[in-house]
């Protein structure tokens, strides 16, 4: 009798182990409980300056926010290496219900985790993504807040026209410009947009190469340079960022500048980007993903746009222009980041 005592209350206390290691293991997957270790996975699209400094930020916002790796949050890090075919195998695992969060860099890989998440097993949270609303995702452009529940983020358009006139002033003869970008990227296809609108209103031709991926960026862009425009314009075109030295390079055989809306360009021989400060957009998309993290209402989120402003100059590639560039001093004076033969002057620290 005592034996089966000892059984039963044995059996009972079993039952009840296993009753709390299923319950705590539930509380550390399910979305948002108590008491639970979050895993978040980050997905960005390239290995590229941009991206990364956006990532940054979302790290950093994470941070600023409470949630630090290791400690209270659990974050994984992917890159799908400038691979449409990789950056879908990978949103496919990462929206097979073990993340809480799944946090994107880029609008390629919005796209692969959004087209991979319909069902919406985790939330979704963007950022460095210049126009959501043309993505196909399923965003209202004119409701900011019509857009699937686990989905939600932060636009950033750079505005074109003011590089185009800043280019102007630099040089007052500038009559044309040369782009290579990728007609399958939807952002670059906005961006181009506005560049056309720009140089009609101001009297620029834009001569455009079209490419389909990173290996054909240098030869497109020597191609420009062949057709004798005076420099060539970077957008926010991924595919060509990924390989833009061989822009640089071209423009500095054909003796010709490189302007661009994509900072730190002018860390590779850009001359000026007049563009947003992605390390800020990221660190927005980090909060807005701590917040998501601690239970807001996603439903009442509107997909917004943040660009803050960041302009970055460099002196050294006026060397060796065929044509009169100069950088006004009033601009030299506003730029957050100059760059001359004695470095890197990066004013805001």
Not at 328 to 345: C, F, I, N, R, Y
Request: glycine share 10%.
């Amino acid at each position: 009798m005592r034996r089966a005592i000892r059984r039963l209350w044995l059996g009972v206390a079993l039952i009840a182990l296993s009753s709390a290691v299923l319950l705590l293991s539930d509380s550390q997957r399910g979305p948002r409980g108590a008491g639970r270790i979050p895993r978040v996975a980050l997905l960005q699209h390239a290995s590229q300056p941009l991206l990364e400094e956006g990532v940054r930020g979302m790290l950093g916002g994470l941070a600023a926010a409470g949630f630090i790796d290791g400690k209270n949050i659990s974050i994984e890090r992917f890159n799908a290496e400038n691979d449409v075919g990789t950056a879908n195998a990978i949103a496919r695992q990462l929206t097979n219900g073990q993340y809480d969060l799944v946090l994107t860099s880029s609008t390629r890989s919005l796209q692969a985790v959004a087209n991979a998440n319909k069902n919406g097993k985790v939330i979704h949270v963007f950022g460095i993504v210049a126009d959501p609303f043309s993505a196909g995702i399923g965003l209202s452009r004119s409701n900011p807040l019509e857009h699937p529940k686990h989905l939600v983020g932060v636009g950033s358009f750079t505005p074109v026209e003011p590089a185009f006139r800043l280019a102007r002033r630099m040089f007052p003869g500038l009559k044309s410009v040369g782009v290579a970008w990728n007609p399958s990227e939807s952002n670059s296809e906005a961006f181009i947009g506005k560049a056309r609108e720009a140089c009609r209103e101001m009297g620029i031709e834009l001569v455009e190469a079209a490419i389909d991926n990173s290996s054909g960026v240098g030869e497109a862009a020597s191609s420009l340079v062949a057709r004798g425009v005076q420099a060539l314009w970077v957008g926010g075109d991924v595919t060509v960022l990924v390989a833009v030295d061989s822009v640089i390079a071209a423009a500095r055989k054909g003796r010709i500048p490189v302007f661009s809306i994509t900072p730190p360009t002018t860390q590779r021989g850009a001359i000026f980007d007049r563009g947003g400060n992605f390390y800020l957009v990221g660190q927005q998309t980090g909060e807005l993903a701590a917040q998501v993290l601690r239970g807001a209402d996603t439903s009442k989120i509107p997909i917004r746009n943040s660009v803050p402003e960041k302009l970055l100059v460099n002196r050294t590639a006026l060397r060796g222009l065929k044509d009169p560039w100069n950088i006004p001093e009033d601009v030299l004076v506003k730029a957050d980041v100059v760059m001359d033969e004695t470095g890197v002057h990066d004013k805001r620290k």
